[in-house]
């Protein structure tokens, strides 16, 4: 044994090369902040795994996709949980990389001399963004279907080769039988094959440069000592195996817990029926880490949505890049750097603020909204009456809200007559306004007296 | 960014060896196989990746045809409806199944014209529905809104709904597929 074992030893250089990596000193200060990133890299692997398993059955062609999903997930052993595990690690790897990113902002990880661990980690972030959202055409129901075109739009507003850019993403004149194989093919080959690239690069400047030590107030970096002030320090610190390590595999085995916990007694979400272009009566919604960016596109103004959408993602980008070029010096402790505070206070607020609007779409019109509610048409007659049937059949109730029901895309009507006058009622449904359509050529004048009568009897006493 | 100097504690003096002195010669020959590895690498690379990177920009290269389909016998729309339709994509894959169709709003405006307006709406591309009662298209995405004319009602589309060619031959109506309209 003992001599197989040394035999091993000596042409694979486990005790030589491999051990001195894995036991590499780092800082004594190591805390529990510093386990997201390689739970980010747990998941990741959860993700190849899973995803791997997936691929086993799923059929990448338009015209089965849907249904092998609908097989892994209701036939196939395992198979819901399988798909589960898959589903909740890519929404725990978007929010550990987005974690880790904060934490490594807030702490000036970037400084000198670790600018290009950063930019390596900015384009894993982008690279897993890619992947949540090509992942979501891959379930080939009808909200992955209408992402794409949601983004061939935001795409094809590039000045000059937005269409040609359109064209490589969505490989053809439209969304159709090619897009779901370019997607599949980035989301299973191209993108992972990048991500591990990026990661092995990530991981090798973590060796070269070390684990950053604890940010302390009134100890700038400086690009003269830094690297002697570092190297005092792990002279004095504990290996990284397993003394510093056992706290990543602490963490990360409770996120695997969780994500398994989740695929077993929540399971992966129902398909929202297989896609079909000529079935229109869809409600198409993003995974929820693309909700705020759904908000965000109803909510501001029209003027500024081609800024947002072409200048957005391009600053943020070029920022992120930019940022450890830019202040690659001076004090790493987040109290000293106001502004790296408030921008990631901004960043969680309107992303907070915006993701459940997102996962609310208050300014999505009701399409299928029910009829109005009994306690509305009770004890109408006559003209009212029939104004509340017109009230629903002129599609009112699919964007205002009446007692409770109907969509919230307009102001709710519920006690409207305190408000409005029947004359400032029937100005506002002939002529519009903001997002109201003009009903002038659209009502008889029956139905406009009809429709404002029974508006007229929405008042709060 | 004043001073990019490798502070000297990372590289001792010591560990600076002086290069061995090269010959003439033995340079220019270490040039020239470097310079030639790298030139043979590149055309080796282009040789393989011109062909990959033609291929997945074939749409670039090859416009698919916008081709005129053939809805039905005219008479099977009544003035004044809008109904909806499936018209064959631009570029069908035998493959494709349902997506090698897309869907139009097809109205028969009088008796011998149409308009087709694609489902799209111009602002983020999401199916738009046909209310006939309130003769308004709405979008159930961010709440684009358009008349019976396609023009826009409220909400934030951009410009109104795109709109097929039609033609009537032989009594039927024929609709010509179209690209994605980008808004």
């Given amino acids: ?461 | 960014m004043s001073d990019d100097q490798a502070p000297p504690e990372t590289i001792p003096p010591a560990d600076r060896a002086p290069a061995p002195p090269l010959l003439a010669e033995e340079a220019s020959r270490r040039g020239f196989f470097a310079r030639i590895s790298v030139a043979l690498m590149g055309l080796a690379g282009a040789a393989v990746g011109l062909p990959v990177l033609s291929y997945l920009v074939t749409p670039w290269l090859r416009p698919a045809p916008q081709e005129w389909t053939t809805m039905g016998p005219v008479d099977s729309f009544t003035v004044g409806q809008t109904v909806l339709k499936a018209i064959p994509d631009v570029s069908p894959l035998p493959w494709a199944g349902q997506v090698a169709e897309s869907a139009i709003w097809v109205r028969r405006d009088s008796d011998q014209t149409f308009t087709v307006f694609a489902i799209n709406c111009t602002h983020l591309g999401c199916p738009v529905n046909w209310r006939p009662d309130a003769n308004l298209f709405l979008c159930p995405c961010h709440g684009g809104v358009y008349y019976s004319d396609g023009t826009v009602a409220g909400g934030p589309p951009p410009r109104p709904l795109f709109q097929h060619e039609t033609r009537i031959q032989g009594g039927q109506l024929q609709v010509r597929t179209r690209p994605l309209g980008i808004g």
């Fill in chain 1, 1 to 461: 044994m003992k001599g197989i074992w040394s035999m091993l030893d000596d042409r694979l250089g486990i005790s030589s090369a491999i051990m001195p990596i894995i036991t590499h000193p780092v800082p004594r200060d190591v805390n529990w902040w510093y386990v997201f990133g390689s739970a980010a890299l747990v998941a990741f692997i959860m993700q190849v795994i899973t995803g791997v398993a997936l691929a086993f059955i799923y059929v990448p062609a338009p015209n089965a996709a849907y249904d092998s999903l609908q097989f892994i997930t209701q036939q196939q052993v395992l198979g819901s949980v399988v798909r589960g595990i898959h589903y909740f690690g890519a929404s725990a790897m978007v929010i550990l990389v987005g974690i880790h990113g904060i934490q490594v902002f807030l702490m000036g990880v970037y400084k000198f001399p670790r600018e290009l661990t950063w930019v390596a980690g900015v384009i894993l972030l982008a690279l897993t963004l890619a992947m949540a959202f090509t992942g979501q055409l891959l379930r080939y129901d009808q909200d992955g279907y209408w992402s794409v075109f949601i983004l061939s739009e935001m795409v094809g507003r590039v000045p000059a080769i937005g269409w040609p850019l359109v064209q490589a993403l969505i490989a053809g004149q439209t969304v159709g039988g090619a897009t779901l194989t370019r997607f599949f093919a980035l989301h299973v080959f191209v993108i992972p094959a990048l991500i591990f690239i990026f990661i092995g690069t990530h991981l090798y400047l973590v060796l070269r440069h070390g684990v950053s030590e604890l940010p302390r107030a009134g100890v700038p970096v400086n690009p003269k000592t830094y690297r002697a002030y570092y190297h005092r320090l792990v002279e004095n610190g504990i290996p990284f195996w397993p003394d510093a390590a056992w706290k990543d595999v602490v963490f990360s085995c409770a996120v695997g817990v969780v994500v398994v916990a989740l695929a077993v007694f929540v399971g992966p979400p129902d398909l929202n029926g297989p896609v079909n272009p000529t079935q229109i009566n869809t409600d198409p919604r993003p995974d929820w880490y693309f909700a705020w960016i759904f908000a965000l596109f109803a909510l501001m103004p029209p003027g500024l949505e081609n800024y947002v959408i072409l200048g957005g993602p391009v600053l943020i980008g070029l920022i992120l890049l930019a940022l450890p070029f830019v202040a690659p010096y001076g004090e790493r402790v987040a109290s000293r750097r106001p502004w790296a505070i408030a921008f990631v206070g901004f960043l969680l607020l309107s992303m907070g603020t915006l993701t459940p609007l997102g996962l609310q779409a208050p300014w999505s019109p009701v399409i299928d909204v029910g009829p109005l509610p009994d306690s509305v048409t009770q004890g109408l007659t006559g003209s009212a009456a029939q104004g509340a049937v017109v009230f629903q059949d002129k599609g009112c109730h699919s964007c205002h809200m009446i007692d409770g029901s109907g969509g919230r895309r307009g102001p709710d009507l519920s006690y409207v007559a305190d408000r409005l006058t029947p004359a400032q009622m029937t100005i506002r449904i002939i002529a519009g306004r903001g997002n109201m359509p003009a009903f002038g050529g659209n009502i008889t004048d029956t139905q406009l007296s009809e429709v404002v009568d029974f508006l007229a009897t929405r008042k709060s006493r």
